[in-house]
């Protein structure tokens, strides 16, 4: 995130600190969107007779924002510009396959985006800024695991300078091509002029994506211009420059070379349909989602249902279904109500969740999704394995209750395997069941690369074979607790008074210690970069972004675009 | 760290909450001392006759606290504690080769230890809360170093509980031999009591060195009371438990059969005399180590100069000389400057290194260090590695300036590229040198287990074996640009200009920014349970430790010991 560097351009005179709007009641933001709803980013398909290529274009509108008190100038953004590119990713994966190069480029000249926006910034909450880099990140590992699908590649076409946010949004793309026109530049002005760090990856990016040296990370992260033209290449910054006069030829030509790496998808694209939920205060309901809170413990207890029968057999039929394909429309109301949970209950610390239904449904639909017999099953799956992980990467606890009437099989095993814990109730006259399926052989990698079997048992890796052997069979309680997939399984007797004790203790703790121990304790094993974003760099901005120095009354980030200069407390921590 | 819980002693009732200290002039702790001086350890060697066991017996002196404020009951500790212990651990190591097995004990009925003590950290700046866990960690990584250097094995035997810092200390351990009274369990009652992490590395160890299944991992570390017994040992938070009445024999058992897995080592010790310092307010002269500050630009000159002949040619010429042997002098010095600055220097953010000397000198030691001919030289080897990963783990910013008489050769060239930026001044008037040696190969692995040099050039691996074509060499300055060992390789004109603004850019930066950035940049690549103790466990916990629900006014930390309750904002971030 961040804006032009000062150097640059006089982002000064653009920007207007505000009073504190935020004891204001604000609006509640939805994450559903659609192109002609777009306000700020706008979605074009150039070359329609051949249907390669796609380019989308940042058009911040300055007064659209999220809510009062700033200003979105210079293509910096908030929540609402991410919650649309979030909207144009998805809408370009499921609805255009026949897009293999997506050019992300600036409608604006000289400038490609300046970052989020410094305003937004100084005015919200510690906690929404917390939740707007985590939801910016997704988004950025949205456009990175598009391509790793192998459906299509991004080039960042920088037309200007890129800052902050704006940078880590060309990081996240395959190929970036950079406007040599002796001013735009690539930058990290965030340490220099804010004293934060920049917060969707792009510390990560830099050394362990593009492995920039790390002296050079260093020099280029304090250097509020940024690094343009030629050296950005040596260093490794950007992939390539092209004058002005070559433009559009240069990005047409790098556009065409990406579109060619990628085979062509056949058939025509699935509609993402809009969610529909009903929401009350205390209650929200989507078709095949539950939620319903209970505020003194500050619980929310999520139902999934599954339908009654399995519905396609098969990859066509369930491209013939489209958006309506059960574990998708499922999935998707799953994903929309974890954001809302985020952004909008912050004072849930709890989600019970439960699937209730017949095991059989699902194992006939994994069979479907583990086979990847079109790239519309295959999109699918990749769609669940993030809705997974955004479960894991929320900061609330979530506990699997696994009781009368519930089916934990397959991909919802593997929804109780990303919870905190898993309660089993052991009792032959209730309806328990469990069940194992294809899915768990990794077609829903965690973050840290591992398959959740792999990381519950990393001390005894046997046992995930044994798992495994069960494939595709639903399960008894029992056995599945035998199979180690249990953390607790009392019996009826003791059922409801463990399970209500482990509620009310689990809201007693300070939710601060809580997520750090699960930010600790979710991802065993090995790091990889997308580990490292959450985990360790973003751990970094949240401290930072705590600390007087960046959010006092003279910290670098309240006083940026006032006359006044930071005061630090200049003691090294 | 951490107390006893609740549960299981009237913790309460031995903590007396004190008024805030922080205000006055604390004494200088010192990282020197020597077990006629511990307060707090027993060193003992019961089978003297055969000498391949020691015991190192927690015995705290209540009394005997780093600062006023706070009594050290029970066990717990502070940093005078873990600085006796660090210095157990080197003495351990060097002038004791004899011993294989090393038993961690406590001498209190009941209890192994508490942990961190509760009024010491309830009393502490944040700086210093963090610079103690850094410690401490580092403490623990020391035992976990010795260890896999081949020379002895660790077992904890906890005669009694061991709760927070204390299971920390005995997971740091190759074995965990756990009493079974009925009442000793190991806990981490951070989360529930104090709303804290375990801040020295236990979530992590829990996770990825025990590896504790996850689900596991989150019920142990919200347990007040802990686990014990036979639990303890399924869950794998402890390998075997004995009864009171076998327990001596038990002990026994398991450390003869540690030691028997250990090589013996020949010959006798080495003394590790003291080290000498003159200290005035703005300049410390060691032997071979200087540091002037420069209070304005809140820098620190440090400059290492090397003898003026190499010394030792062999091995056993080195372990002859002993501490005497002049790269383990230099590192013993630099090593406790390193901790002089982090703690009680905490303006000072930048530190200019210097080396000053003949790189040959450099060249003949570091072939003896690269041969590992005996224990003596591999554990030096090991303490300079040790010392490279402080620097890099300290929160401050660190240029390498190679100007006129200086050598960054071999050993000393790993110092250079420890720092953030090297500095080369390139001109042919002037004696600049650097050079290469057999230690770049991997005698020194940072840790992320990966060399400096295949961090530094992650991008392009074929640049490593271009610069270790040159060792054993000095290098000029061109040859050593061209290389890419240089950030930045002014001639004579531009240097002194260059070097000024340097300085005082870094001077005027937010200094939690550059130690956020810092924490991110320096360990490019694969991350290890080091690093994830240190970047992502360290950043959560620091976050915890800024937030109002741990050191409010009504925050746990504050309030734990009082009559009062904690009062969280629920709100999870």
């Known amino acids: 995130m961040m804006p032009i560097a000062r150097a640059n351009e006089n982002y000064t005179s653009q920007y207007t600190a505000v009073a504190e709007t935020l004891t204001a009641p604000q609006p509640r933001t939805a994450f559903q969107t659609q192109p002609s709803r777009y306000r700020h980013w706008k979605l074009a398909f150039p070359d329609e007779g051949k249907g390669a290529i796609a380019t989308l274009t940042m058009a911040v509108q300055a007064q659209a924002t999220e809510r009062p008190g700033y200003e979105l100038k210079l293509n910096s953004y908030d929540l609402a510009v991410d919650v649309e590119l979030a909207d144009a990713v998805q809408r370009l994966v499921f609805e255009h396959p026949e897009v293999r190069c997506v050019v992300l480029t600036g409608a604006l000249d000289r400038v490609f985006c300046a970052g989020a926006n410094i305003g937004m910034l100084a005015t919200s909450t510690h906690a929404f800024k917390v939740n707007f880099c985590k939801f910016t990140n997704e988004t950025r590992l949205s456009i990175e695991d598009a391509s790793a699908a192998g459906g299509k590649r991004f080039l960042a076409a920088l037309n200007g300078t890129a800052s902050g946010g704006g940078y880590e949004l060309a990081l996240a793309c395959d190929r970036i091509l950079l406007v040599d026109d002796r001013s735009s530049a690539v930058s990290f002005p965030e340490l220099p002029l804010l004293g934060v760090l920049p917060g969707t990856g792009g510390l990560t990016r830099v050394t362990d994506k593009r492995k920039v040296r790390r002296d050079r990370a260093d020099v280029f992260a304090t250097v509020a211009e940024g690094i343009k033209g030629k050296r950005a ?18 990005v047409g030509r790098h556009a065409r070379e990406l579109a060619a790496s990628i085979t062509p998808r056949a058939g025509k694209g699935v509609e993402l349909t809009p969610l529909t939920c009903e929401r009350e205060d205390d209650h929200w309901r989507y078709s095949h989602v539950e939620v319903v809170f209970e505020r003194e413990t500050r619980t929310a207890r999520m139902t ?49 969740a439960r699937v209730e239904g017949d095991p059989s449904v699902v194992m006939e639909a994994d069979a479907v999704l583990a086979a990847r017999g079109n790239w519309f099953v295959a999109e699918v799956a990749h769609f669940v394995k993030r809705t997974l992980k955004r479960l894991e990467n929320s900061a609330k606890s979530f506990y699997a209750v696994a009781d009368g009437g519930t089916a934990f099989a397959g991909t919802f095993l593997e ?70 997939l249990a953390t607790f399984a009392p019996d009826a007797i003791d059922w409801e008074d463990e399970l209500r004790l482990a509620v009310e203790e689990r809201a007693s703790f300070s939710p601060d210690a809580l997520t750090g121990m699960e930010q600790n304790v979710r991802t065993a094993g090995p790091e990889t970069m997308e580990t490292k974003i959450f985990g360790r760099l973003s751990a970094w901005q949240n401290w930072i972004f705590q600390r007087p120095n960046a959010v006092g009354e003279k910290g670098a980030l309240k006083v940026y675009g006032t006359p006044l200069r930071p005061e630090f407390d200049f003691r090294r921590t």
């Open 233 to 250: 290449v040596d260093w490794g910054l950007v992939d390539a420059i092209a004058p002005l006069s070559k433009w559009k030829e240069e």
């Open 304 to 352: 999934l249902r599954l339908p009654d029968a399995s519905g396609p057999k098969d990859a066509s039929a369930a491209l013939a279904a489209g958006a309506a394909w059960w574990p998708f429309a499922l999935l998707r109301e799953l994903d929309d109500a974890l954001l809302w949970l985020r952004l909008h209950e912050p004072e849930v610390g709890l989600v019970l």
């Open 415 to 484: 929804l109780a395997l990303a919870c905190d814990r898993v309660y089993l109730l052991k009792d032959d006259d209730e309806n328990v069941q469990l069940g194992v399926s294809q899915v768990h052989e990794g077609l829903y990698p965690m973050a840290n690369g591992l398959t959740r079997l792999q990381t519950r048992f990393l001390a005894e890796p046997e046992r995930v074979s044994r798992v495994l052997e069960h494939a595709p069979k639903a399960l008894d309680a029992e056995t599945a607790d035998e199979l180690g």
